[in-house]
């Protein structure tokens, strides 16, 4: 039977600088301890029929534990050492959670970041959770801000939890005049704190790298909602140079990783494709890159009378869409029409220069862009 | 079981006509068309119907709470359940307060403790199931595929999305409007009036007050620009419940744009200055700073003019009532201190202030005290009782013509122009008073004419001549009593109990006339104090104005402190102001809680008969005030 013990608080976490090696040791013993009773915690939440002995003040000691979980995964996210230490030890506290209790979801270190709301979608999904406690929940009253106190204030903690979200959706038709859309714009600021707190002071592009990889792998189908992240990141005012090095990084990864570029130019509209090349010059040469692949790679159909698209392994695009690309390119960025139009006369007088439709690609996208 | 429906016939008896079920039906359909795409429509129908649609859910959950079960609940309603369910999805209803409050209150009505049959069990299940995924279901996959590595809760998420569009519209907001009225000009600010639509469930979500602030505070300047009138209803209901955090600005705007909402505000001020017993003059300009209402005032002056509206028909309401009188005086103080630094250059135009004022006595009396030379206060108020005197003498011309009632309403009404602005302006009246009790009896005629008007400013009967003899054989009676140096003799301290004893043939003066005098005499008469002492003590008791006494001496003071005194007699007169005020603070104590209770009941319950609750709350307030004290005084010094 797995109890915990809820009846003191987590420690208080002391700055763990310049301490003797006997006095570190014992602290991180300590964390780890913490580590280890914060995901019992989890666990019994969850599925505990001790639940039914819980009063106000066990609640908010729970939140207590949960709170600082978060904390502990802010504090050591960053730091490889104690990061692997906490990491291993959730590997045995999770063993031991398994064997103990049937269908056991494993607690990873990632998950310490959400805490809370672990400890909320167990609570609330256990049947033996006492009506009072969720009446606590789902009171009236926001919680107070006690992010440096002893007591957590639980009171009406999912009450304001809905009211937030009902807030969003109450105001999401009327808050159209962002590019992307408020959601993806949030998403891709905390992209770029992420970035940039992953690239630290050498500028290191490396583990940003890595952590794009493995967003990219975690989004599965969603990964046209990625690209949008991606160019809400692009488009976020470069305030420091910190900021402008971690874009930097993320435009190089994008033409780097195979596919993700060309997804970006076919999922998200013209416009906004031309507004990031508008904002960064390393990515409006690699979109004309891609627009000038989609064409080339475009064979006339005498069957459709129009240029269609030869491997249906690249995304789908028209030729219309291609013309609507470099137009509102073009309309945007208006000295790139020149550059452009050079380049496509010179592919032109490559293919024989015929001003007959249908011989040369770039010769009816000439005229297509010139109407 | 057989005793069941005896039970539910008795509920039947007693119980209000329940909620019928064809307004189920129209809220049900409502909300089926709620729950569907958002479009412009719905959200006007939404701020239309969300305040009724709360009434509604407080009656559905009295009617819940009636009943004895679940399952009877469920019988007698059979489409509750999915009404409820409905609502859970809508987010017009959970993102407001009210109506989100209401409904988490009939799922808890529905909840049986301990389940008696499969219905019933259902039903927690369904409770507890749809309260999680309200709480915990995640809608978009994709976000939280992106903000669970990057370690963003799902909770910091969403109050960031919000913050975010906040944001966003209120940039929207504002941005400046280019088509200067005219009407076939589309605009921006088309977007104005959907974005305070889309407010009217969020008027007390602390993440939208910077959106409903920038649209409270958006100057007015398009005509397309209107605020939806449900949004400031929304608000001033908030407001009334004291349920919003608002700038300064907007909360000024909110009061420009509704009325109901400065009534609101004005009448709370009263309410929380004059149903608090023990409230100094401090502390009586400390909550008329706080309420915000004098810099309003000072700002736009429509909301001055509601305001003293407001206190014109309290007065005429409340006659006597020194404490309504007293705020006037202060909040007017206070106002024009505003006003000064609002336009420290211009010359100030009070004109527009105070139109219906007589406009000679305008400046006059709003000059301060403290702005004037001390030796000029006499010649100033003889100038200003004289020319009271002749308002009020035309007046009564009118009306001894037995003429048309027009005139002789417009003669009243200057008359009462008159002397409210002689209330708002009541710093001259306490220098009238401070002057009758340091001078001699020579010219004491146009003092006294002054301060038997601010207190019986009516003329009823005619009696004001005979109130004028009264008067000046009070200040007679006080002039000798302070005056003798040895104990004041029974005989004359008894002629003046029965001065203060309502007299049934002629009219009687007002106990503050007395009152006023009274404490005046003491702090400057030359009689040693403990002669002083006792008679003023005979006088408070008598008439039972302790506070009324307390509050003359602190503003006394406070009136000398800032003012000039010559400084050998300035500390004689602050002590002796020191030493009276210990005096009543022991009377005080030692009052019995029921006596004093009756005195000040009469003091406020004249104040707005309207108002049940204020008269009801006062009540508890005086017991447990009287209670403290009583209590207090009884510890060991």
Request: hydrophobic residues 40%.
């Given at each position: 039977m797995?109890?915990?013990?809820?009846?003191?608080?987590?420690?208080?976490?002391?700055?763990?600088?310049?301490?003797?090696?006997?006095?570190?040791?014992?602290?991180?013993?300590?964390?780890?301890?913490?580590?280890?009773?914060?995901?019992?915690?989890?666990?019994?939440?969850?599925?505990?029929?001790?639940?039914?002995?819980?009063?106000?003040?066990?609640?908010?000691?729970?939140?207590?534990?949960?709170?600082?979980?978060?904390?502990?995964?802010?504090?050591?996210?960053?730091?490889?050492?104690?990061?692997?230490?906490?990491?291993?030890?959730?590997?045995l506290?999770?063993?031991?959670?398994?064997?103990?209790?049937?269908?056991y979801?494993d607690?990873?270190?990632?998950?310490?970041?959400?805490?809370?709301?672990?400890?909320?979608?167990?609570?609330?999904?256990?049947p033996?959770?006492p009506v009072?406690?969720?009446?606590?929940?789902?009171?009236?009253?926001?919680?107070?801000?006690?992010?440096?106190?002893?007591?957590?204030?639980?009171?009406?903690?999912?009450?304001?939890?809905?009211?937030?979200?009902?807030?969003?959706?109450?105001?999401?038709?009327?808050?159209?005049?962002?590019?992307?859309?408020?959601d993806?714009?949030?998403?891709?600021?905390?992209?770029?704190?992420?970035?940039?707190?992953?690239?630290?002071?050498?500028?290191?592009?490396?583990?940003?790298?890595?952590?794009?990889?493995?967003?990219?792998?975690?989004?599965?189908?969603?990964?046209?909602?990625f690209?949008?992240?991606?160019?809400?990141a692009?488009l976020?005012?470069k305030?420091?140079?910190?900021?402008?090095?971690?874009?930097?990084?993320?435009?190089?990864?994008?033409?780097?990783t195979?596919?993700?570029?060309?997804?970006?130019?076919?999922?998200?509209?013209?416009?906004?494709?031309?507004?990031?090349?508008?904002?960064?010059?390393?990515?409006?040469e690699?979109?004309?890159?891609?627009?000038?692949?989609?064409?080339?790679?475009?064979?006339?159909?005498?069957?459709?009378?129009?240029?269609?698209?030869?491997?249906?392994?690249?995304?789908?695009v028209?030729?219309?869409?291609?013309?609507?690309?470099?137009?509102?390119?073009?309309?945007?960025?208006?000295?790139?029409?020149?550059?452009?139009?050079?380049?496509?006369?010179?592919?032109?007088?490559?293919?024989?220069?015929?001003?007959?439709?249908?011989?040369?690609?770039?010769?009816?996208?000439?005229?297509a862009?010139?109407? | 079981?057989s005793?069941?429906?005896?039970?539910?016939?008795?509920?039947?008896?007693?119980?209000?006509?329940?909620?019928?079920?064809?307004?189920?039906?129209?809220?049900?359909?409502k909300?089926?068309?709620?729950?569907?795409?958002?479009?412009?429509?719905?959200?006007?129908?939404?701020?239309?119907?969300?305040?009724?649609?709360?009434?509604?859910?407080?009656?559905?959950?009295?009617?819940?709470?009636?009943?004895?079960?679940?399952?009877?609940?469920?019988?007698?309603?059979?489409?509750?359940?999915?009404?409820?369910?409905?609502?859970?999805?809508?987010?017009?209803?959970?993102?407001?307060?009210?109506?989100?409050?209401?409904?988490?209150?009939?799922?808890?009505?529905?909840?049986?403790?301990?389940?008696?049959?499969?219905?019933?069990?259902?039903?927690?299940?369904?409770?507890?199931?749809?309260?999680?995924?309200?709480?915990?279901?995640?809608?978009?996959?994709?976000?939280?595929?992106?903000?669970?590595?990057?370690?963003?809760?799902?909770?910091e998420?969403?109050?960031?999305?919000?913050?975010?569009?906040?944001?966003?519209?209120?940039?929207?907001?504002?941005?400046?409007?280019?088509?200067?009225?005219?009407?076939?000009?589309?605009?921006?600010?088309?977007?104005?009036?959907?974005?305070?639509?889309?407010?009217?469930?969020?008027?007390?979500?602390?993440?939208?007050?910077?959106?409903?602030?920038?649209?409270?505070?958006?100057?007015?300047?398009?005509?397309?620009?209107?605020?939806s009138?449900?949004?400031?209803?929304?608000?001033?209901?908030?407001?009334?419940r004291?349920?919003?955090?608002?700038?300064?600005?907007?909360?000024?705007?909110?009061?420009?744009?509704?009325?109901?909402?400065?009534?609101?505000a004005?009448?709370?001020?009263?309410e929380?200055?004059?149903?608090?017993?023990?409230?100094?003059?401090?502390?009586m300009?400390?909550?008329?700073?706080?309420s915000?209402l004098?810099?309003?005032?000072?700002?736009?002056?429509?909301?001055?003019?509601?305001?003293?509206?407001?206190?014109?028909s309290?007065?005429?309401?409340?006659?006597?009532?020194?404490?309504?009188?007293?705020?006037?005086?202060?909040?007017?103080?206070?106002?024009?201190?505003?006003?000064?630094?609002?336009?420290?250059?211009?010359?100030?135009?009070?004109?527009?202030?105070?139109?219906?004022?007589?406009?000679?006595?305008?400046?006059?009396?709003?000059?301060?005290?403290?702005?004037?030379?001390?030796e000029?206060?006499?010649?100033?108020?003889?100038?200003?009782?004289?020319?009271?005197q002749r308002?009020?003498?035309?007046?009564?011309?009118?009306?001894?013509d037995?003429?048309?009632?027009?005139?002789?309403?417009?003669?009243h009404?200057?008359?009462?122009?008159?002397?409210?602005?002689?209330?708002?302006?009541?710093?001259?009246v306490?220098?009238?008073?401070?002057?009758?009790?340091?001078?001699?009896?020579?010219?004491?005629?146009?003092?006294?004419?002054?301060?038997?008007?601010?207190?019986?400013?009516?003329?009823?009967?005619?009696?004001?001549?005979l109130?004028?003899?009264?008067?000046?054989?009070?200040?007679?009676?006080?002039?000798?009593?302070?005056?003798?140096?040895?104990?004041?003799?029974?005989?004359r301290?008894?002629?003046l109990?029965?001065l203060?004893?309502?007299?049934?043939?002629?009219?009687?003066?007002?106990?503050?006339?007395?009152?006023?005098?009274?404490?005046?005499?003491?702090?400057?008469?030359?009689?040693?104090?403990?002669?002083?002492?006792?008679?003023?003590?005979?006088?408070?008791?008598?008439?039972?104005?302790?506070?009324e006494?307390?509050?003359?001496?602190?503003?006394?003071?406070?009136?000398?402190n800032?003012?000039?005194?010559?400084?050998?007699?300035?500390?004689?007169?602050?002590l002796?102001?020191?030493?009276?005020?210990n005096?009543?603070?022991?009377?005080?104590?030692?009052?019995?809680?029921?006596?004093?209770?009756?005195?000040t009941?009469t003091?406020?319950?004249?104040?707005?008969?309207?108002?049940?609750?204020?008269?009801?709350?006062?009540?508890?307030?005086?017991?447990?005030?009287?209670?403290?004290?009583?209590?207090?005084?009884?510890?060991?010094?």
């Amino acid at each position: 039977m797995v109890r915990v013990q809820l009846v003191c608080s987590p420690q208080r976490l002391q700055c763990p600088a310049a301490e003797p090696p006997e006095a570190e040791k014992r602290h991180m013993e300590t964390l780890l301890k913490n580590v280890s009773s914060t995901a019992e915690l989890l666990a019994v939440s969850a599925r505990s029929g001790a639940l039914e002995q819980w009063d106000g003040h066990a609640l908010s000691r729970a939140f207590h534990w949960a709170r600082y979980g978060e904390h502990l995964f802010r504090r050591f996210h960053s730091d490889p050492a104690v990061r692997t230490a906490m990491e291993k030890q959730l590997q045995l506290t999770n063993q031991s959670l398994r064997a103990a209790l049937p269908g056991y979801t494993d607690v990873s270190f990632c998950d310490l970041s959400r805490c809370q709301h672990l400890l909320l979608v167990g609570l609330l999904n256990n049947p033996e959770l006492p009506v009072s406690i969720m009446r606590i929940l789902f009171g009236s009253g926001s919680p107070a801000d006690t992010e440096h106190s002893e007591y957590v204030d639980v009171t009406g903690l999912c009450s304001h939890i809905i009211q937030c979200k009902s807030a969003c959706k109450v105001l999401s038709p009327l808050a159209d005049s962002s590019a992307v859309g408020a959601d993806a714009e949030v998403q891709g600021a905390m992209l770029m704190e992420r970035l940039g707190a992953l690239m630290g002071r050498g500028r290191e592009a490396r583990r940003a790298e890595h952590f794009l990889d493995s967003l990219l792998q975690g989004c599965d189908g969603a990964s046209e909602h990625f690209c949008l992240v991606i160019a809400a990141a692009l488009l976020t005012a470069k305030n420091s140079a910190a900021e402008g090095a971690a874009q930097d990084v993320l435009q190089d990864w994008l033409q780097k990783t195979p596919g993700v570029l060309k997804l970006t130019c076919s999922a998200l509209s013209a416009s906004l494709l031309a507004g990031l090349a508008k904002e960064h010059r390393k990515f409006r040469e690699a979109y004309c890159g891609v627009l000038k692949t989609w064409a080339s790679d475009m064979e006339y159909s005498v069957h459709e009378g129009e240029w269609v698209q030869t491997s249906t392994k690249t995304c789908m695009v028209t030729f219309q869409k291609l013309t609507e690309h470099f137009l509102a390119l073009f309309e945007k960025c208006p000295p790139q029409r020149d550059d452009v139009e050079r380049e496509l006369n010179a592919l032109k007088l490559s293919d024989g220069d015929f001003d007959v439709r249908g011989l040369s690609v770039w010769g009816d996208l000439l005229s297509a862009l010139n109407t | 079981m057989s005793l069941l429906p005896p039970v539910i016939q008795l509920q039947q008896m007693t119980e209000e006509p329940s909620p019928n079920v064809q307004e189920i039906q129209f809220w049900l359909d409502k909300m089926v068309a709620w729950g569907r795409a958002d479009s412009p429509n719905i959200q006007r129908d939404v701020s239309l119907h969300l305040r009724r649609l709360s009434s509604y859910l407080q009656q559905l959950l009295t009617h819940i709470n009636n009943l004895i079960s679940t399952t009877e609940t469920m019988k007698r309603m059979p489409l509750l359940g999915q009404f409820l369910g409905r609502l859970c999805w809508i987010p017009y209803v959970t993102a407001d307060d009210t109506s989100r409050g209401l409904l988490f209150q009939c799922l808890w009505g529905l909840y049986s403790e301990h389940p008696s049959n499969a219905v019933e069990r259902k039903a927690n299940q369904w409770i507890r199931k749809v309260l999680c995924q309200l709480a915990t279901d995640e809608d978009d996959a994709a976000a939280q595929a992106l903000m669970k590595p990057m370690g963003v809760p799902p909770n910091e998420y969403h109050l960031k999305v919000l913050r975010k569009m906040v944001a966003l519209l209120q940039e929207n907001i504002g941005k400046s409007c280019s088509s200067l009225g005219n009407i076939n000009q589309r605009c921006s600010c088309d977007s104005i009036l959907a974005a305070s639509e889309a407010c009217v469930p969020l008027a007390t979500c602390p993440e939208a007050a910077p959106l409903i602030d920038a649209l409270l505070q958006r100057p007015a300047t398009c005509v397309r620009a209107a605020l939806s009138e449900d949004f400031l209803d929304a608000l001033s209901c908030a407001y009334s419940r004291q349920n919003l955090s608002l700038e300064e600005q907007a909360v000024f705007s909110l009061w420009h744009h509704s009325l109901s909402s400065l009534e609101v505000a004005v009448l709370s001020l009263l309410e929380s200055v004059c149903t608090n017993t023990g409230s100094t003059p401090q502390r009586m300009l400390q909550q008329v700073s706080q309420s915000l209402l004098p810099k309003a005032c000072a700002q736009q002056c429509s909301i001055f003019l509601v305001v003293n509206d407001i206190f014109r028909s309290t007065l005429k309401q409340a006659e006597g009532n020194e404490c309504v009188k007293s705020l006037i005086q202060i909040f007017t103080n206070c106002f024009l201190t505003e006003l000064a630094l609002l336009q420290p250059q211009k010359c100030v135009s009070l004109k527009a202030f105070f139109p219906q004022s007589p406009q000679s006595l305008l400046v006059p009396l709003s000059t301060l005290p403290s702005e004037m030379p001390q030796e000029a206060w006499e010649h100033h108020l003889n100038w200003l009782s004289g020319s009271l005197q002749r308002l009020t003498e035309d007046e009564e011309e009118g009306d001894g013509d037995g003429d048309s009632s027009s005139s002789t309403s417009r003669g009243h009404h200057r008359v009462f122009e008159a002397w409210f602005l002689l209330v708002q302006c009541a710093h001259w009246v306490q220098v009238t008073v401070q002057l009758l009790g340091t001078k001699g009896p020579e010219d004491c005629g146009p003092l006294l004419w002054l301060l038997t008007f601010y207190h019986h400013p009516t003329n009823r009967g005619h009696h004001r001549a005979l109130q004028l003899v009264h008067a000046k054989d009070a200040w007679d009676r006080l002039h000798t009593l302070f005056s003798v140096s040895t104990p004041p003799p029974f005989d004359r301290l008894q002629s003046l109990v029965t001065l203060l004893s309502p007299q049934p043939q002629q009219p009687s003066l007002s106990p503050s006339f007395i009152l006023g005098l009274s404490v005046n005499f003491a702090v400057f008469s030359q009689q040693p104090l403990s002669g002083s002492t006792q008679v003023l003590q005979t006088v408070v008791h008598r008439s039972g104005l302790v506070e009324e006494a307390a509050c003359a001496l602190s503003s006394l003071e406070l009136r000398l402190n800032a003012g000039s005194c010559s400084s050998s007699d300035a500390n004689r007169v602050h002590l002796r102001i020191k030493s009276l005020q210990n005096t009543l603070t022991h009377m005080h104590a030692a009052w019995s809680p029921a006596e004093s209770q009756a005195h000040t009941l009469t003091h406020t319950h004249t104040l707005n008969s309207t108002n049940h609750t204020a008269v009801s709350s006062s009540q508890d307030q005086v017991t447990s005030e009287h209670t403290n004290t009583y209590a207090c005084s009884m510890e060991p010094c």
